[in-house]
């Protein structure tokens, strides 16, 4: 099973900044087959990125994925008001399809 | 548009079990698989199994097996997904969702699992 480690747990920042989230697999990730989800509070979970880099339909270009192997990046540019979430890797490209333990993006 | 609906919440005790239903529309059922996940309340997100609609396959994660069954009915494009033994620890929303990387989310069952 990959297990993947999401940092940091709790991300403090102000609007206009911007946050980079990292998450690192235990094992390379097969094809990049690398998701990212954002989730407020009572929702389901939207997908932002998958295939480590593909913004997923209607994403802002503030979004942005990159990285392969073990080790991503989810970077969001210019915090906007509404970026303030939780934020979930999950790779798909082997079974199980394991989830981060998730980042929060607070406002500082 | 792509839609997943899912049953209503339950409440069930411990050592029942619970049976969620996910309909979809929009789209043709058979050409995708279906995931379940499911949140612990104020915890993150964990991946249940998968079933493929077209086949029936399905491949569960190893925490759930033997305790969870997938299925789907393509004639009303339903898939379910029943978790057996439950225990208190099972309490979470429950969610279907398409495909391996998951644009269409189910609106979520919470299922409570209370003596």
């Known amino acids: 099973e990959i297990v993947l480690t999401q940092s940091p747990g709790t991300l403090s920042l102000s609007p206009g900044e911007r946050a980079t989230l990292s998450c690192r697999a235990s094992?390379?990730?097969?094809?990049?087959?690398l998701a990212w989800y954002q989730q407020k509070p009572g929702q389901a979970p939207r997908l932002l990125i998958y295939?480590?880099?593909s913004r997923a339909t209607g994403i802002p270009d503030r979004f942005s994925g990159s990285g392969s192997g073990t080790d991503f990046t989810l970077t969001i540019n210019r915090l906007e008001p509404e970026d303030f979430a939780a934020y979930y890797c999950?790779?798909?490209?082997?079974?199980?399809?394991?989830f981060g333990q998730g980042t929060k993006l607070e406002i500082k | 548009q792509v839609h997943l609906v899912q049953s209503g919440a339950e409440v069930k005790k411990p050592g029942a079990s619970v049976k969620v239903s996910c309909k979809a529309s929009g789209y043709t059922f058979t050409s995708y698989g279906i995931s379940w996940v499911r949140q612990a309340p104020g915890q993150g997100l964990e991946w249940m199994g998968w079933?493929?609609?077209?086949?029936?396959?399905?491949n569960y994660a190893q925490k759930f097996q033997g305790r969870v069954t997938m299925t789907t009915d393509t004639s009303t494009s339903t898939a379910y997904m029943e978790l057996t033994s439950l225990r208190s620890d099972d309490t979470a929303v429950y969610y279907c969702?398409?495909?391996?990387?998951?644009?269409?989310w189910g609106q979520g069952t919470l299922v409570t699992v209370s003596s």
């Open positions: 999950q790779q798909y490209g082997s079974s199980p399809y394991t």
């Open positions: 094992q390379s990730v097969s094809s990049s087959y």
């Open positions: 295939g480590a880099s």
């Open positions: 969702v398409r495909g391996n990387y998951f644009v269409y």
């Open positions: 079933i493929s609609v077209y086949n029936g396959n399905t």
